[in-house]
Nanobody, 121 residues
Framework: QGQLVESGGGLVQAGGSLRLSCAAS????????MAWFRQAPGKDREFVAT????????YVADSVKGRFTISRDNAKNTVYLQMNSLKPEDTAIYYC??????????????WGPGTQVTVSS
């Protein structure tokens, strides 16, 4: 079974930037739609951004629009989340997900273990 591993999280001041990476263990992930979700303490997991398997279409949540960008490099089996102008409310564990059905239904997605992002004010 394939695996996803996130990296790039850390502590940053408000207004700063981070780039998260999600590395997939198998080449098949390059045929899956991918997404980033996040979960803040005491809150439900929420959608952040998604990208089609071929990079042809992306979508980001309104809460991060204009600040976050999702991209992928299928040659490296890696998906990225560039986060700029970070705010304290962006503090959360960020998870990478892969949807083998490419249907937008994440209920059967593969998930990574997550990476912590903390934004200080």
């Amino acid at each position: 079974q394939g695996q996803l591993v996130e990296s790039g999280g850390g502590l940053v001041q408000a207004g700063g930037s981070l780039r998260l990476s999600c590395a997939a263990s198998e080449r098949t992930f390059s045929t899956y739609d991918m997404a980033w979700f996040r979960q803040a303490p005491g809150k439900d997991r929420e959608f952040v951004a998604t990208i089609m398997w071929n990079g042809g279409r992306t979508y980001v949540a309104d809460s991060v629009k204009g600040r976050f960008t999702i991209s992928r490099d299928n040659a490296k089996n890696t998906v990225y989340l560039q986060m700029n102008s970070l705010k304290p409310e962006d503090t959360a564990i960020y998870y990478c997900a892969a949807d083998p059905s490419n249907s937008g239904s994440w209920s059967r997605a593969y998930w990574g273990p997550g990476t912590q992002v903390t934004v200080s004010s």
